[in-house]
């Protein structure tokens, strides 16, 4: 087993979907629509991965790191299993994005 493979909360949110995003919420209810406070787009795990500019600049570091595009979202689990860095940025990212929107979606739904 290797230690530095573990999931988190943050991280688990983002590779199942189930978490804090529009197309989770609305799925269960929570919110009335599943679109992105920041973009207007569809708020999913791919949107956050790709696509929002919100999140531009911690992927553009996380690029950096990786050299260069992201893994598509079916290959992203086995490009973080390369190695401990790869690993660790990729977590990295995912922890620092999901953190964020998991509390300021506490904060918007009271």
Do not use: N
Request: charged letters at 30%; a positive charge.
């Amino acid at each position: 087993m290797c230690k530095h493979r573990t999931t988190s909360y943050y991280v688990t949110q983002i590779l199942t979907g189930h978490g804090s995003f529009g197309s989770f919420t609305k799925r269960i209810h929570k919110t009335v629509d599943d679109t992105c406070a920041s973009c207007g787009q569809r708020d999913d795990p791919a949107h956050v991965l790709y696509e929002c500019v919100r999140w531009g600049e911690k992927r553009g570091r996380l690029k950096k790191l990786l050299g260069g595009d992201l893994p598509r979202a079916t290959e992203i689990i086995g490009e973080m299993l390369k190695d401990r860095e790869t690993w660790k940025a990729v977590t990295t990212f995912m922890t620092e994005v999901m953190t964020k929107k998991e509390k300021e979606h506490r904060i918007t739904q009271g």
